[in-house]
Each structure stands twice: as structure tokens, then as C-alpha cells.
């Protein structure tokens, strides 16, 4: 039987040396995918996709009330198998960065649930994580002090970076570095890091992540933009 | 630059009281649900459209499908359990509602009102804080019902987003004329997203119901349209 394989054409740009390494990877996002939820969404940057769902302000369970503030918990279910460490991990970060971003005083003696399904991960994966959840809350039109946008940059052997990697480029890198931008002074939220990297490539991969995360803010408003006005 | 009403608004975006009102800066307004002051900046809390009502009022118009309490709200409730002298009715808020056995037309210590657990409730809330529990009554400051109380005889309760039940509250609402205009029936409208719905029999309202939650993002046309050919389906499926 024949076989043949499907190539992309931004994978087949970025073989040839000749993709344009300061572009994010096309994103596209599916507002209210589904129904019963407060708030969710379906985004995927290139062929990396993830779904987030957000309840709240939502009942919460007695042992994690808090009395002045609300509760930010994250899900991440991993596409195959049960969740793991690492997703522990990555949890516990996304739930960082978000508590920070929403207006958790606002709700007190309630939870923000946020649910994430990875659906496909063909590299940056952590970014598609944040940037799903913060859509998710958007549409759920949960208080937040400013909006959240990840960037993820890979370092490669050579020095080149490669803004918004793709599977292979991350396995090929010498270190992956997930940038965190708030919406309002783009200052840094968080950064993950894996791998071997100078202060001036830190500095460098900062510079090139924060001017692509305007272009997600954008992304951010324009989504919303349309779902709003469709509804009106 | 003027403030953007009318148009998209998102977190973060602020703006000062100077593009608010150019010409008068220092009278005073109101700030509505998803808009907040900070060091003399408006800030937009929650995605919307932004809106304005004279004299001073400014709100974010937001998608919501979760309730949030406020005052003097009508909503309809389902009672979950008698604790006491009170029921703890679930308003679709992240804390459930008491309702005092006090609170009904005509109701005395001795003379208790017929309540059940999973009664359906139209009722207002008297309480709304953020930090206490809401608490609803059945009654106004007469002691009248009012059109208030427990909703008997059938029907169907369904969840719609908010936005939808706001839409069909507006004295104005499309939908509502036009299928006032062909069918006979009741409705009850809470402002957190729970409608009632009774017709003369299941057919009917079965076929409202699924009207009314494909009005959503349908304009007033195609709502006359779609109300046209609902009332004609129904009336063949009534002759069989």
C-alpha cells in the first residue's frame, strides 16, 4: 500500500531555514466549544491544541474556603493516561500565574475552576495551556485585573532562537524558555525554563517573546470582539 | 480620545474620568458591574461592551452564564433542603439562598407555607453581599406576593445564559410578542438565567422551550421567521 506523509507548510519553511523565526504560529480559537460550562474555548496555535473550561464563581469545598478571596484551582489532563508530576507541576504554575491575573477579592467563599485538555501537543504546549485558560475566562466574563499571554522561545545549538517552537525544534533546542506577559505594562508573570542558557540569551528570548505576545493580546481582543458582538 | 461606548472592552484596558466626560470632569458617576477605580483610572475588570446612561452611569455589558447575587434581583430558585425555620434554595450562585418560612403571603408561626424540597421559587433577593449568604423573600414591603412564591401545576424550568434572560425581560422582546402572537402560555424569567415555561399541552411547550434557546443569537427577523414556522409545525403535530 502506498503510504505518504502530510507535511505542513510552516514545517516544511522552518526545514528549509526559510520560515520566519519572529512569527507565532497561526492561532485560531473556538469560543463556548461547549455548553454546560460557565466559560470555554478550544485554541490552537499551529498544530498545538488545547481545550479550557472555567466554572465560577462556582461553590467551593469547605477545606479550601477562603474567607477573604476566591479559590484558583487548575486541572490538567494530559491527552493519554493519567496525570503525572510533571502536569502536577505545570498545575501549580498555571495556577500561580492565574491568581495573580484574577480578581480573586471580588468572590470571596467561592472557586475558579479551570479545567485543561490537552488535545494535541506539537510543541509549545505550556503557552497553548495559558493562553486556552485565559481565553476560557474571558468568555466565563470572570473579574480580572489584566489578561495573561505565554510565549514560548527555543534556543537552539547554534544561538538561534525559534519563537513558538514546534515538537521538533524543542527536541532539538539546548533550552526552552515559556515566557508569561501581563496585559497591561507587559511585564514578565512567570518564566519555565528547561535547559542550559547565558543571561543574554535570557535577555534576548525576553525581548523577542514580549513583542509576540501583543500580537496574542490582539488575538485576545479580536476573539472576543466578534463572540460579543454576535451576540448582541 | 473619548471613551469607547458601545464598543469591545477587555481587562485591563482603563481609562481616565477626562475621555469619560470632556466637558465636565469633575461631576460625578456611577461605575456599574466590571468596571473598577484605581488611582483616579477607570479599569475594566471584565470583557464587555461598554455602556452608558445619563446622568453618570457606566457598565460593562458582559456574556455571563454564571449568576452573581444582587439586590433586588427576581429569580427563580429550587428548593434543595428544609434546614430549621428556613429552606436553602439553589440560585445558581456559588452559595445557595435561605428563604425564611415567614417570608409568604398570609404565612404565620402556626400557619406554615406548603413548601417541598425541589419546589420551584420566584422570589427577590433581599440580601446580596459578597461576603454573606444571599438570602430571597417571597413577599414585598406590603407583605403581597406579588407574582411571587412557589410555582406550581408543571411546566419546564430550563437555564439559558444570562444575556438571553435579560433580552427576554426587555418590555420590548421580539421573541416573546411574536410567539404571544400564536400560542397561549405562561412564563417566568429569573435574572439568573432560569425560565419557566407552561402551554397548553407538551407539544407546545416543548417547541418554546427549544425556541426560546434558538433566539439566542438570532436577530428580530429571523425570529418572526422561526416563530412562523414553529407555530406551523406545532399546529400539524396537534392534528395527528
Not at chain 1, 507587559?186 to 519555565?192: C, D, G, K, P, S
Request: glycine residues 6%.
Amino acid at each position: 500500500m502506498a503510504s505518504f506523509t502530510v507535511v505542513k507548510t510552516e514545517d516544511l519553511a522552518a526545514e528549509q531555514g526559510k520560515g520566519p523565526a519572529c512569527v507565532l504560529r497561526g492561532q485560531t480559537s473556538d469560543l463556548g466549544c461547549l455548553t454546560r460550562q460557565d466559560g470555554s474555548v478550544s485554541l490552537s496555535q499551529g498544530d498545538t491544541t488545547s481545550i479550557a473550561v472555567v466554572y465560577g464563581p462556582a461553590e467551593v469545598r469547605i477545606n479550601k474556603e477562603q474567607i477573604d478571596q476566591a479559590t484558583v484551582e487548575v486541572v490538567y489532563r494530559p491527552k493519554v493516561g493519567l496525570p503525572r508530576p510533571e502536569h502536577r507541576k505545570q498545575e501549580r504554575v498555571i495556577r500561580n500565574t492565574f491568581e495573580a491575573a484574577i480578581a480573586a477579592s471580588l468572590h470571596p467563599r467561592s472557586a475558579i475552576s479551570i479545567i485543561i485538555q490537552e488535545t494535541e501537543d506539537m510543541g509549545s504546549n505550556f503557552s497553548c495551556c495559558i493562553n486556552s485558560s485565559c481565553l476560557a475566562l474571558l468568555d466565563a466574563a470572570v473579574s480580572m485585573n489584566f489578561m495573561v499571554a505565554a510565549v514560548t522561545v527555543a534556543l537552539k545549538e547554534c544561538g538561534e532562537m525559534v519563537l513558538d517552537p514546534t515538537k521538533r525544534d524543542e527536541t532539538e533546542a539546548k533550552s526552552v524558555l515559556s515566557y508569561v506577559f501581563d496585559s497591561v505594562n507587559l511585564q514578565v508573570l512567570t518564566v519555565v525554563s528547561c535547559g542550559k542558557f547565558s543571561r543574554a540569551e535570557y535577555r534576548n528570548g525576553l525581548v523577542l517573546a514580549r513583542e509576540a505576545a501583543k500580537s496574542v493580546f490582539q488575538f485576545y481582543r479580536e476573539s472576543m470582539s466578534k463572540k460579543l458582538l454576535m451576540s448582541q | 480620545m473619548a471613551a469607547p461606548i458601545g464598543n469591545v472592552v477587555i481587562p485591563g484596558d482603563t481609562f481616565s474620568l477626562l475621555q469619560l466626560q470632556p466637558n465636565d470632569e469633575h461631576k460625578k458617576i456611577l461605575l456599574g458591574p466590571g468596571l473598577k477605580e484605581e488611582e483616579a483610572e477607570i479599569k475594566v475588570l471584565r470583557p464587555g461592551i461598554l455602556r452608558f446612561r445619563k446622568p453618570g452611569v457606566y457598565w460593562v455589558d458582559c456574556h455571563h452564564k454564571r449568576y452573581i447575587p444582587a439586590k433586588g434581583d427576581s429569580v427563580i430558585g429550587i428548593v434543595n433542603q428544609k434546614v430549621g425555620d428556613i429552606f436553602r434554595v439553589d440560585i445558581g450562585s456559588s452559595e445557595q439562598a435561605s428563604l425564611s418560612y415567614l417570608s409568604f403571603e398570609g404565612s404565620t408561626k402556626r400557619n406554615r407555607p406548603d413548601v417541598k424540597v425541589g419546589d420551584i421559587v420566584y422570589a427577590k433577593l433581599l440580601v446580596a453581599n459578597k461576603d454573606m449568604e444571599p438570602e430571597i423573600v417571597c413577599i414585598d414591603g406590603y407583605g403581597r406576593s406579588n407574582g411571587m412564591g412557589v410555582i406550581r401545576n408543571g411546566g419546564f424550568l430550563f437555564h439559558t445564559s444570562l444575556n438571553l434572560a435579560r433580552k427576554l425581560l426587555n418590555p420590548e422582546c421580539t421573541l416573546l410578542k411574536s410567539l404571544g402572537n400564536r400560542f397561549q402560555f405562561e412564563i417566568s424569567v429569573g435574572v439568573n438565567g432560569r425560565v419557566w415555561i407552561k402551554a397548553a399541552n407538551d407539544v407546545q411547550t416543548i417547541a418554546l422551550v427549544n425556541s426560546v434557546i434558538a433566539s439566542e443569537y438570532k436577530d428580530n427577523d429571523q425570529i418572526k421567521e422561526m416563530c412562523k414556522r414553529i407555530s406551523k409545525a406545532v399546529s400539524r403535530m396537534e392534528v395527528d
